[in-house]
Protein backbone atom coordinates (compact mmCIF):
# COMPACT_ATOMS: atom_id res chain seq x y z
CA UNK A 1 0.00 0.00 0.00
CA UNK A 2 1.00 3.59 -0.81
CA UNK A 3 1.65 6.13 1.99
CA UNK A 4 2.46 9.31 0.21
CA UNK A 5 0.17 11.79 -0.30
CA UNK A 6 -1.31 13.17 -3.77
CA UNK A 7 -2.73 16.19 -5.24
CA UNK A 8 -5.64 15.64 -7.77
CA UNK A 9 -5.58 18.87 -9.38
CA UNK A 10 -9.25 19.21 -11.37
CA UNK A 11 -12.01 16.93 -10.82
CA UNK A 12 -13.66 16.06 -13.84
CA UNK A 13 -13.94 12.65 -15.07
CA UNK A 14 -10.22 12.11 -15.10
CA UNK A 15 -9.04 13.53 -12.01
CA UNK A 16 -12.12 11.81 -10.39
CA UNK A 17 -10.83 8.54 -11.85
CA UNK A 18 -7.45 9.04 -11.12
CA UNK A 19 -8.60 10.13 -7.08
CA UNK A 20 -10.32 6.69 -6.95
CA UNK A 21 -7.27 4.51 -8.07
CA UNK A 22 -4.52 6.83 -6.02
CA UNK A 23 -6.62 6.42 -2.91
CA UNK A 24 -7.48 2.79 -3.69
CA UNK A 25 -3.53 2.13 -3.51
CA UNK A 26 -3.58 3.42 -0.04
CA UNK A 27 -2.95 7.54 -0.60
CA UNK A 28 -3.57 10.35 0.83
CA UNK A 29 -5.58 11.86 -1.89
CA UNK A 30 -6.71 15.37 -1.76
CA UNK A 31 -8.44 16.84 -4.90
CA UNK A 32 -9.11 20.17 -6.23
CA UNK A 33 -10.95 21.90 -8.48
CA UNK A 34 -11.54 25.83 -9.48
CA UNK A 35 -15.78 25.45 -9.29
CA UNK A 36 -18.04 24.90 -6.25
CA UNK A 37 -18.94 21.02 -7.62
CA UNK A 38 -16.75 18.43 -9.06
CA UNK A 39 -17.84 16.63 -12.82
CA UNK A 40 -19.52 20.15 -14.48
CA UNK A 41 -18.64 19.33 -17.79
CA UNK A 42 -19.61 15.25 -17.36
CA UNK A 43 -23.04 16.51 -16.16
CA UNK A 44 -23.51 18.39 -19.04
CA UNK A 45 -22.27 15.76 -21.50
CA UNK A 46 -25.61 13.57 -20.07
CA UNK A 47 -27.81 16.08 -21.00
CA UNK A 48 -28.47 14.29 -24.19
CA UNK A 49 -28.00 11.53 -23.19
CA UNK A 50 -24.51 10.27 -21.65
CA UNK A 51 -22.21 8.63 -24.25
CA UNK A 52 -20.26 6.78 -21.64
CA UNK A 53 -18.27 4.47 -24.07
CA UNK A 54 -18.79 2.43 -27.52
CA UNK A 55 -19.43 -1.30 -28.31
CA UNK A 56 -17.19 -1.65 -31.41
CA UNK A 57 -14.90 -3.95 -31.50
CA UNK A 58 -11.11 -2.64 -30.17
CA UNK A 59 -9.49 -2.21 -33.29
CA UNK A 60 -12.29 -0.10 -34.68
CA UNK A 61 -12.44 2.01 -31.63
CA UNK A 62 -8.89 2.85 -31.64
CA UNK A 63 -8.80 3.75 -34.82
CA UNK A 64 -11.20 6.42 -33.53
CA UNK A 65 -7.94 8.63 -32.25
CA UNK A 66 -6.24 9.03 -35.47
CA UNK A 67 -2.47 9.91 -35.24
CA UNK A 68 -2.34 8.81 -32.25
CA UNK A 69 -3.65 5.91 -31.84
CA UNK A 70 -1.09 3.77 -30.66
CA UNK A 71 -0.40 5.60 -27.67
CA UNK A 72 -4.64 5.86 -26.69
CA UNK A 73 -4.70 1.92 -27.51
CA UNK A 74 -2.06 2.07 -24.84
CA UNK A 75 -4.26 3.31 -22.56
CA UNK A 76 -7.20 1.50 -23.34
CA UNK A 77 -5.87 -1.86 -23.33
CA UNK A 78 -6.00 -1.53 -19.93
CA UNK A 79 -9.62 0.25 -19.15
CA UNK A 80 -11.76 -0.22 -22.26
CA UNK A 81 -14.98 0.13 -22.95
CA UNK A 82 -15.99 -3.37 -21.17
CA UNK A 83 -14.11 -2.18 -17.76
CA UNK A 84 -16.12 1.19 -18.22
CA UNK A 85 -19.28 -0.34 -18.48
CA UNK A 86 -18.16 -2.20 -15.25
CA UNK A 87 -17.35 0.36 -13.21
CA UNK A 88 -20.78 2.07 -14.05
CA UNK A 89 -22.25 -1.38 -13.13
CA UNK A 90 -20.02 -0.69 -9.48
CA UNK A 91 -21.99 2.56 -8.69
CA UNK A 92 -25.24 1.03 -8.77
CA UNK A 93 -25.47 2.32 -12.87
CA UNK A 94 -26.67 -0.24 -15.84
CA UNK A 95 -25.65 0.70 -19.67
CA UNK A 96 -27.08 -0.28 -22.19
CA UNK A 97 -26.10 -0.55 -26.33
CA UNK A 98 -28.13 1.82 -28.73
CA UNK A 99 -28.81 1.36 -32.06
CA UNK A 100 -25.77 2.67 -33.03
CA UNK A 101 -22.99 0.82 -30.84
CA UNK A 102 -22.99 3.78 -28.25
CA UNK A 103 -23.15 2.73 -24.33
CA UNK A 104 -25.35 5.00 -22.48
CA UNK A 105 -26.82 4.74 -18.72
CA UNK A 106 -29.97 3.03 -18.64
CA UNK A 107 -31.38 6.09 -17.31
CA UNK A 108 -28.97 8.17 -19.93
CA UNK A 109 -28.30 10.52 -17.33
CA UNK A 110 -24.78 11.33 -15.77
CA UNK A 111 -25.95 12.90 -13.10
CA UNK A 112 -26.81 9.64 -10.89
CA UNK A 113 -23.43 8.28 -11.54
CA UNK A 114 -21.84 11.43 -10.53
CA UNK A 115 -23.57 11.81 -7.36
CA UNK A 116 -22.80 8.40 -6.49
CA UNK A 117 -18.95 8.53 -7.47
CA UNK A 118 -18.35 11.56 -5.69
CA UNK A 119 -19.95 10.22 -2.66
CA UNK A 120 -18.03 6.76 -2.54
CA UNK A 121 -14.85 8.97 -2.86
CA UNK A 122 -15.60 10.64 -0.07
CA UNK A 123 -16.16 7.75 2.09
CA UNK A 124 -12.99 5.99 0.93
CA UNK A 125 -11.47 8.80 2.68
CA UNK A 126 -10.58 11.21 -0.71
CA UNK A 127 -10.95 15.12 0.46
CA UNK A 128 -12.42 17.40 -1.90
CA UNK A 129 -11.26 21.35 -1.83
CA UNK A 130 -13.67 23.38 -4.19
CA UNK A 131 -13.10 26.51 -5.10
CA UNK A 132 -9.58 26.15 -5.46
CA UNK A 133 -8.30 27.13 -8.37
CA UNK A 134 -4.43 25.80 -9.02
CA UNK A 135 -2.02 28.98 -9.81
CA UNK A 136 0.80 27.10 -10.43
CA UNK A 137 4.04 26.44 -8.02
CA UNK A 138 5.82 28.70 -5.61
CA UNK A 139 9.67 28.89 -5.49
CA UNK A 140 9.84 26.24 -2.96
CA UNK A 141 7.56 23.93 -4.78
CA UNK A 142 4.43 23.75 -3.42
CA UNK A 143 0.93 24.02 -5.33
CA UNK A 144 -0.40 27.27 -5.01
CA UNK A 145 -3.83 27.98 -4.82
CA UNK A 146 -6.66 30.71 -4.70
CA UNK A 147 -9.69 30.20 -2.47
CA UNK A 148 -12.56 32.36 -1.25
CA UNK A 149 -10.26 34.77 0.71
CA UNK A 150 -7.09 33.44 1.07
CA UNK A 151 -4.22 32.16 -0.89
CA UNK A 152 -2.97 28.65 0.02
CA UNK A 153 0.27 26.58 -0.43
CA UNK A 154 -0.10 22.71 -0.27
CA UNK A 155 3.02 20.12 -0.68
CA UNK A 156 2.74 16.74 -2.07
CA UNK A 157 4.58 13.44 -2.86
CA UNK A 158 3.25 13.41 -6.61
CA UNK A 159 0.48 15.60 -8.50
CA UNK A 160 -2.36 14.56 -11.16
CA UNK A 161 -2.80 17.66 -13.17
CA UNK A 162 -6.49 16.57 -14.68
CA UNK A 163 -7.17 20.12 -16.07
CA UNK A 164 -9.60 19.78 -19.33
CA UNK A 165 -9.06 21.16 -22.59
CA UNK A 166 -10.35 24.38 -23.80
CA UNK A 167 -13.61 23.94 -24.63
CA UNK A 168 -16.68 25.38 -22.48
CA UNK A 169 -14.70 27.16 -20.28
CA UNK A 170 -17.80 27.89 -18.05
CA UNK A 171 -17.80 24.29 -16.68
CA UNK A 172 -14.48 24.79 -15.51
CA UNK A 173 -11.62 23.69 -18.64
CA UNK A 174 -10.49 27.19 -19.14
CA UNK A 175 -7.19 26.59 -20.27
CA UNK A 176 -5.41 28.19 -17.79
CA UNK A 177 -2.66 25.73 -17.02
CA UNK A 178 -0.92 26.58 -20.72
CA UNK A 179 1.11 29.11 -19.66
CA UNK A 180 1.80 27.93 -16.23
CA UNK A 181 3.63 24.66 -18.01
CA UNK A 182 4.74 26.26 -20.97
CA UNK A 183 7.26 28.59 -18.77
CA UNK A 184 8.54 24.97 -16.94
CA UNK A 185 9.87 24.11 -20.35
CA UNK A 186 6.81 21.96 -21.19
CA UNK A 187 5.46 20.98 -24.91
CA UNK A 188 2.30 21.97 -25.65
CA UNK A 189 0.78 21.82 -28.75
CA UNK A 190 -1.75 24.76 -29.63
CA UNK A 191 -5.32 23.92 -28.56
CA UNK A 192 -8.22 23.89 -31.27
CA UNK A 193 -11.68 23.42 -31.42
CA UNK A 194 -12.67 19.76 -31.99
CA UNK A 195 -16.21 18.19 -32.48
CA UNK A 196 -17.56 21.91 -33.30
CA UNK A 197 -19.51 23.41 -35.81
CA UNK A 198 -18.68 25.66 -38.70
CA UNK A 199 -19.38 29.06 -40.25
CA UNK A 200 -21.41 28.73 -43.63
CA UNK A 201 -22.84 32.35 -44.01
CA UNK A 202 -26.33 32.03 -44.77
CA UNK A 203 -28.50 34.26 -46.22
CA UNK A 204 -30.57 35.85 -42.91
CA UNK A 205 -33.47 34.89 -44.95
CA UNK A 206 -32.28 31.27 -44.33
CA UNK A 207 -30.98 31.23 -41.32
CA UNK A 208 -34.25 33.03 -39.92
CA UNK A 209 -36.26 30.03 -41.21
CA UNK A 210 -34.40 27.19 -40.59
CA UNK A 211 -31.87 27.76 -37.74
CA UNK A 212 -32.13 24.70 -35.03
CA UNK A 213 -33.73 22.32 -37.94
CA UNK A 214 -31.86 18.65 -38.66
CA UNK A 215 -30.65 18.05 -42.39
CA UNK A 216 -31.54 14.00 -42.21
CA UNK A 217 -30.67 12.31 -43.42
CA UNK A 218 -28.05 13.46 -45.58
CA UNK A 219 -24.86 12.30 -47.00
CA UNK A 220 -21.53 14.42 -46.88
CA UNK A 221 -18.67 13.90 -49.54
CA UNK A 222 -15.64 15.80 -49.86
CA UNK A 223 -12.41 15.33 -51.16
CA UNK A 224 -9.38 15.30 -48.73
CA UNK A 225 -6.06 16.36 -49.20
CA UNK A 226 -4.35 13.51 -49.94
CA UNK A 227 -7.35 12.56 -52.72
CA UNK A 228 -9.32 10.52 -50.80
CA UNK A 229 -13.04 10.81 -51.15
CA UNK A 230 -14.49 11.07 -47.91
CA UNK A 231 -18.27 10.40 -47.80
CA UNK A 232 -20.73 9.69 -44.42
CA UNK A 233 -23.84 9.41 -43.83
CA UNK A 234 -25.81 11.04 -40.71
CA UNK A 235 -27.64 14.22 -39.52
CA UNK A 236 -26.80 17.37 -38.90
CA UNK A 237 -28.16 20.56 -37.82
CA UNK A 238 -27.99 24.21 -39.36
CA UNK A 239 -27.50 26.47 -37.22
CA UNK A 240 -27.56 30.83 -37.42
CA UNK A 241 -24.15 31.27 -39.38
CA UNK A 242 -23.36 27.29 -40.94
CA UNK A 243 -23.62 23.65 -39.08
CA UNK A 244 -22.92 21.45 -36.38
CA UNK A 245 -23.90 18.16 -34.70
CA UNK A 246 -23.06 14.77 -35.02
CA UNK A 247 -22.01 14.04 -38.69
CA UNK A 248 -19.60 17.36 -38.74
CA UNK A 249 -18.08 16.16 -35.54
CA UNK A 250 -17.44 13.07 -37.25
CA UNK A 251 -15.87 14.99 -39.84
CA UNK A 252 -14.48 18.08 -37.89
CA UNK A 253 -10.97 17.08 -37.15
CA UNK A 254 -10.23 16.95 -40.88
CA UNK A 255 -12.56 19.88 -41.73
CA UNK A 256 -10.73 22.20 -39.46
CA UNK A 257 -7.12 20.86 -40.73
CA UNK A 258 -8.25 21.19 -44.32
CA UNK A 259 -9.60 25.13 -43.79
CA UNK A 260 -6.04 25.51 -41.95
CA UNK A 261 -4.56 24.35 -44.62
CA UNK A 262 -6.43 26.32 -47.26
CA UNK A 263 -8.32 28.54 -45.97
CA UNK A 264 -12.07 27.24 -46.92
CA UNK A 265 -13.39 23.29 -47.32
CA UNK A 266 -16.01 23.06 -50.18
CA UNK A 267 -18.27 19.95 -49.79
CA UNK A 268 -21.33 18.58 -51.53
CA UNK A 269 -23.97 17.83 -49.88
CA UNK A 270 -26.55 14.56 -50.79
CA UNK A 271 -29.87 15.30 -49.61
CA UNK A 272 -31.10 12.26 -51.28
CA UNK A 273 -29.46 9.34 -49.88
CA UNK A 274 -30.25 5.99 -51.60
CA UNK A 275 -32.09 7.41 -54.94
CA UNK A 276 -30.29 8.43 -58.11
CA UNK A 277 -30.14 11.91 -59.97
CA UNK A 278 -31.99 10.40 -63.04
CA UNK A 279 -34.85 9.16 -60.94
CA UNK A 280 -34.94 12.28 -59.12
CA UNK A 281 -34.86 14.27 -62.47
CA UNK A 282 -38.22 11.72 -64.31
CA UNK A 283 -40.27 12.23 -60.86
CA UNK A 284 -39.52 16.36 -60.50
CA UNK A 285 -40.26 16.70 -64.37
CA UNK A 286 -43.87 15.40 -63.61
CA UNK A 287 -46.62 17.86 -64.29
CA UNK A 288 -46.81 20.19 -61.83
CA UNK A 289 -50.11 21.52 -62.51
CA UNK A 290 -51.00 24.43 -60.06
CA UNK A 291 -49.09 23.39 -57.43
CA UNK A 292 -46.16 25.09 -55.27
CA UNK A 293 -42.57 24.17 -56.28
CA UNK A 294 -42.42 23.13 -52.76
CA UNK A 295 -45.25 20.86 -52.49
CA UNK A 296 -43.95 19.60 -55.99
CA UNK A 297 -40.83 18.34 -54.26
CA UNK A 298 -42.52 16.97 -51.46
CA UNK A 299 -45.05 14.86 -53.22
CA UNK A 300 -42.43 13.83 -56.28
CA UNK A 301 -39.17 13.54 -54.40
CA UNK A 302 -40.07 13.39 -50.50
CA UNK A 303 -37.77 16.64 -50.22
CA UNK A 304 -39.55 19.56 -47.90
CA UNK A 305 -38.50 21.70 -45.13
CA UNK A 306 -34.80 22.45 -44.17
CA UNK A 307 -33.86 20.47 -47.18
CA UNK A 308 -36.40 22.19 -49.57
CA UNK A 309 -35.05 25.62 -47.84
CA UNK A 310 -31.03 24.94 -49.26
CA UNK A 311 -32.69 24.48 -52.73
CA UNK A 312 -34.39 28.07 -52.45
CA UNK A 313 -30.75 28.96 -50.90
CA UNK A 314 -28.26 27.45 -53.61
CA UNK A 315 -30.22 28.28 -56.72
CA UNK A 316 -31.38 30.83 -59.42
CA UNK A 317 -35.15 31.24 -59.83
CA UNK A 318 -34.67 29.64 -63.49
CA UNK A 319 -32.60 26.74 -62.26
CA UNK A 320 -35.38 26.46 -59.64
CA UNK A 321 -37.55 25.32 -62.53
CA UNK A 322 -35.31 23.09 -63.64
CA UNK A 323 -35.99 18.84 -62.90
CA UNK A 324 -32.45 18.23 -63.79
CA UNK A 325 -30.72 20.76 -62.13
CA UNK A 326 -32.67 20.54 -58.90
CA UNK A 327 -32.20 16.58 -59.11
CA UNK A 328 -28.42 17.51 -59.35
CA UNK A 329 -28.13 19.82 -56.61
CA UNK A 330 -30.26 17.60 -54.33
CA UNK A 331 -27.05 14.65 -54.75
CA UNK A 332 -24.20 17.07 -54.63
CA UNK A 333 -25.38 20.50 -53.03
CA UNK A 334 -22.44 22.91 -52.84
CA UNK A 335 -21.54 24.07 -49.52
CA UNK A 336 -18.21 26.17 -48.46
CA UNK A 337 -16.85 25.52 -44.81
CA UNK A 338 -15.53 29.18 -43.76
CA UNK A 339 -13.97 28.61 -40.70
CA UNK A 340 -14.83 26.29 -37.36
CA UNK A 341 -16.66 27.59 -34.74
CA UNK A 342 -14.90 28.86 -31.68
CA UNK A 343 -13.01 26.80 -29.01
CA UNK A 344 -15.39 27.62 -26.43
CA UNK A 345 -18.27 26.62 -28.51
CA UNK A 346 -17.06 23.27 -28.99
CA UNK A 347 -17.85 19.67 -27.06
CA UNK A 348 -13.84 19.13 -26.82
CA UNK A 349 -10.50 20.33 -27.92
CA UNK A 350 -7.48 18.90 -29.94
CA UNK A 351 -3.84 19.93 -29.24
CA UNK A 352 -2.26 19.80 -25.43
CA UNK A 353 0.47 18.47 -23.14
CA UNK A 354 2.57 16.18 -25.98
CA UNK A 355 2.95 12.75 -25.60
CA UNK A 356 6.36 12.97 -26.37
CA UNK A 357 6.81 14.76 -22.88
CA UNK A 358 5.22 12.61 -21.07
CA UNK A 359 6.64 9.22 -19.83
CA UNK A 360 4.25 5.80 -20.27
CA UNK A 361 3.23 6.37 -16.63
CA UNK A 362 1.86 10.02 -18.15
CA UNK A 363 4.65 11.72 -16.06
CA UNK A 364 5.79 15.08 -17.74
CA UNK A 365 9.16 14.36 -18.36
CA UNK A 366 10.16 17.91 -17.17
CA UNK A 367 8.53 17.96 -13.88
CA UNK A 368 8.73 14.69 -12.12
CA UNK A 369 6.03 13.85 -9.97
CA UNK A 370 3.61 15.59 -11.88
CA UNK A 371 1.50 13.55 -13.69
CA UNK A 372 -1.30 14.19 -16.71
CA UNK A 373 -4.54 12.88 -17.56
CA UNK A 374 -7.51 13.73 -19.94
CA UNK A 375 -8.55 16.12 -22.24
CA UNK A 376 -5.58 18.51 -21.44
CA UNK A 377 -3.35 16.02 -23.57
CA UNK A 378 -3.03 15.88 -26.99
CA UNK A 379 -5.14 13.36 -28.71
CA UNK A 380 -8.63 13.69 -30.05
CA UNK A 381 -11.62 11.89 -30.93
CA UNK A 382 -15.20 12.23 -32.69
CA UNK A 383 -18.30 12.16 -29.81
CA UNK A 384 -19.42 8.83 -29.49
CA UNK A 385 -17.59 7.88 -26.30
CA UNK A 386 -14.79 7.67 -27.01
CA UNK A 387 -13.51 11.25 -25.14
CA UNK A 388 -15.17 10.05 -21.26
CA UNK A 389 -13.84 6.60 -22.43
CA UNK A 390 -9.83 7.78 -22.87
CA UNK A 391 -10.26 10.41 -20.08
CA UNK A 392 -11.05 7.58 -17.20
CA UNK A 393 -8.57 5.33 -18.78
CA UNK A 394 -5.57 8.09 -18.41
CA UNK A 395 -6.93 9.12 -15.24
CA UNK A 396 -6.51 5.33 -14.44
CA UNK A 397 -2.40 5.47 -15.80
CA UNK A 398 -1.54 8.83 -13.89
CA UNK A 399 -3.52 7.93 -10.75
CA UNK A 400 -1.70 4.48 -9.83
CA UNK A 401 1.36 6.09 -11.37
CA UNK A 402 1.04 8.86 -8.69
CA UNK A 403 0.41 6.73 -6.09
CA UNK A 404 3.44 4.65 -6.77
CA UNK A 405 5.80 7.15 -7.47
CA UNK A 406 5.49 8.65 -3.69
CA UNK A 407 6.91 5.60 -3.11
CA UNK A 408 9.31 5.66 -5.41
CA UNK A 409 10.63 8.98 -4.45
CA UNK A 410 10.95 8.40 -0.77
CA UNK A 411 12.65 4.71 -0.97
CA UNK A 412 15.41 6.85 -3.58
CA UNK A 413 14.45 5.32 -6.77
CA UNK A 414 12.74 8.30 -8.19
CA UNK A 415 15.11 11.23 -9.11
CA UNK A 416 13.59 14.15 -7.43
CA UNK A 417 10.02 14.47 -5.88
CA UNK A 418 7.01 17.19 -6.53
CA UNK A 419 8.49 19.55 -3.10
CA UNK A 420 11.60 19.96 -5.70
CA UNK A 421 10.51 21.87 -8.57
C1 LIG B 1 -21.95 19.53 -24.21
C2 LIG B 1 -20.95 18.41 -24.09
C3 LIG B 1 -21.39 17.11 -24.24
C4 LIG B 1 -20.47 16.06 -24.16
N1 LIG B 1 -20.93 14.79 -24.29
C5 LIG B 1 -20.06 13.77 -24.22
C6 LIG B 1 -20.50 12.42 -24.33
O1 LIG B 1 -21.72 12.14 -24.37
N2 LIG B 1 -19.57 11.43 -24.33
C7 LIG B 1 -18.23 11.69 -24.23
O2 LIG B 1 -17.41 10.75 -24.27
N3 LIG B 1 -17.78 12.95 -24.05
C8 LIG B 1 -18.65 13.98 -24.06
N4 LIG B 1 -18.21 15.26 -23.89
C9 LIG B 1 -16.76 15.48 -23.64
C10 LIG B 1 -16.36 15.13 -22.20
O3 LIG B 1 -17.29 15.69 -21.29
C11 LIG B 1 -14.94 15.65 -21.91
O4 LIG B 1 -14.05 15.10 -22.86
C12 LIG B 1 -14.48 15.27 -20.52
O5 LIG B 1 -15.30 15.87 -19.53
C13 LIG B 1 -13.05 15.72 -20.27
O6 LIG B 1 -12.69 15.25 -19.01
P1 LIG B 1 -11.43 15.85 -18.22
O7 LIG B 1 -11.50 15.26 -16.84
O8 LIG B 1 -10.20 15.69 -19.00
O9 LIG B 1 -11.71 17.42 -18.16
P2 LIG B 1 -12.96 18.26 -17.61
O10 LIG B 1 -14.17 17.41 -17.51
O11 LIG B 1 -13.00 19.47 -18.42
O12 LIG B 1 -12.53 18.59 -16.12
C14 LIG B 1 -11.45 19.47 -15.85
C15 LIG B 1 -11.62 20.01 -14.45
O13 LIG B 1 -10.48 20.80 -14.13
C16 LIG B 1 -10.90 21.93 -13.42
N5 LIG B 1 -9.88 22.98 -13.58
C17 LIG B 1 -9.45 23.54 -14.73
N6 LIG B 1 -8.48 24.43 -14.47
C18 LIG B 1 -8.31 24.45 -13.12
C19 LIG B 1 -7.43 25.15 -12.23
N7 LIG B 1 -6.54 26.05 -12.68
N8 LIG B 1 -7.51 24.89 -10.91
C20 LIG B 1 -8.39 23.97 -10.43
N9 LIG B 1 -9.24 23.27 -11.21
C21 LIG B 1 -9.18 23.51 -12.55
C22 LIG B 1 -12.22 22.30 -14.04
O14 LIG B 1 -13.01 23.09 -13.18
C23 LIG B 1 -12.82 20.93 -14.32
O15 LIG B 1 -13.66 20.49 -13.26
C24 LIG B 1 -19.10 16.32 -23.93
C25 LIG B 1 -18.67 17.64 -23.75
C26 LIG B 1 -19.58 18.69 -23.82
C27 LIG B 1 -19.10 20.11 -23.63
Redesign the pocket.
Known sequence: MSTNSVAI???????LMAAEVARAAGADVQL????AS?????L?????????THSEHFDAFIARYGARRDEVGRWLATFGADAVRDWARGLGVETFVGTSGRVFPVDLKAAPLLRGWVRRLRASGVGFHMQ????GWNADGALR?SSPGAEREMFADAVVL????G??PV????A??LPMLRERGVDIAPLQPANCGFDVGWSAHFASRHAGHPVKPVVIEWRAADGRVVRQQGEFVITAGGVEGSLIYALSAELRDAITAHGSVAVHLDLAPGRDAQRLANDLARPRGSRSLTEHWRRHAGIEGVKAGLLYEKLSRDDLQDPVRVAATLKALPLTLLRARPIDEA??SAGGVRFEGLDAQLMLKKLPGVFC????IDWEAP???????A?LAS?RIAGHAAAAWGDRAKTGCGSESNKAL
Open positions: IGGGPAGYDRLAGRKFIAGKGGLNLHRWLFALGGSWLGSDGWISAGEMTGGYLLTCG
